[in-house]
């Protein structure tokens, strides 16, 4: 399994920034994909999930309505567009795959066991 994330970089305040992440070694559009991302100092906490078809999303509370998140299952990939970037967002962002296939990964790490190696995305004031 590898998951390989691009497209983090540095942002002002207000603007936009859309990640990708690449799956391999597995039947993608079996398993609900999320990203994560970790502040600097801080632990890593949850942004977003999509199940495998992607009719569900969910999102933490803080990047409602600013971040969505989308998946092409015949690309392998899963993406995560982002906009209205606050500097709070400055973090590395990491796509994950969730354990189990047919099942939502939920908002804790523990619910994924593959990790892409982390992109980040830097917003300035």
């Known amino acids: 399994v590898q998951l390989q994330a691009s497209g983090g970089g540095l942002v002002q305040a207000g603007g936009s920034l859309s990640l990708s992440c690449t799956a391999s070694g597995y039947t993608f559009s079996q398993y609900s994909m999320g990203w994560f991302r970790q502040p600097p100092g801080k632990e890593r906490e949850f942004v977003a999930q999509v199940s495998w078809t992607g009719n569900f999303k969910q999102y933490t509370d803080s990047v409602k309505g600013r971040f969505t998140i989308s998946r092409d299952n015949a690309k392998n990939s899963v993406y995560l567009q982002m906009s209205n970037l606050k500097p709070e967002d400055t973090a590395v962002y990491y796509c994950?795959?969730?354990?189990?296939?047919?099942?939502?990964?939920?908002?804790?790490?523990?619910?994924?066991?593959?990790w892409g190696q982390g992109t980040l995305v830097t917003v300035s004031s």
């Open positions: 994950a795959r969730a354990v189990n296939p047919y099942v939502y990964g939920g908002d804790s790490a523990g619910g994924y066991d593959a």
